[in-house]
């Protein structure tokens, strides 16, 4: 695969491997090949992740790390290319059509988990681009990709959310990694926490209360 290189793949490459992107003159048709071949690296990469929290209850979806690293890609050129994409944005940065599911969340994270940074810069470009609020209403669906990034979440039930073992488990090991004092402050979060760090909450997060 890393000798077919494509816009595509290299904006997947660099984000991931480096934390930098490439931007293009233009915005290029994703083939199906460039897809598929998206489809095999990230299905690689749930793979090497799952290792680490220690699951095999969870299966990777490839139609939700497809999409996410399409809007990623787009995403990422958009901030640049932008003449005559004003009435194409829809098409460009679809919402999620598939079943919204612990698979598909931590799927689509392996792209996702890079939005707020780009959302970020676009912001600073234009706090009026109407792809910002495209973007966060993404992320309000695949909020474990935004924590560390403002977002309103005031309607989610946390109980019903967090009720999956291993998604809980990531999910609060994020939140401390990123110290989102917005998300620990919640009193079922915050609840579960103090439970996970015991006696030894302070050489967790000191300063949380």
Known sequence: MLENRSPFLDTLFLLRKEGSMAIYTDLQEI???????????????????????????????????????????HSAQLYLVRKDTSGSLGKLIPGFAGERNVSSILSADLSLRFLPQIIAVLHDADPEDPLVGMLENILVNFHYSAIGYDLNLGKINWQEELSNATYRK???????????????????????????????????????K
Do not use: C, T
């Open 31 to 73: 083939s199906a090949k460039e897809e598929a071949d998206a489809a095999d690296y990230f299905a690689s990469e749930f793979e090497n992740e799952r290792l680490e929290f220690l699951s095999d209850q969870v299966s990777f979806h490839k139609e939700s790390a497809v999409w996410a690293a399409k809007v990623l890609y």
């Open 170 to 208: 990531l999910y609060l090991e994020r939140i401390v990694d990123k110290k989102d004092y917005r998300l620990a402050e919640i009193p079922y979060i915050n609840h579960l926490l103090m439970a996970e760090f015991g006696l030894h909450k302070d050489e967790f997060w000191k300063e949380l």
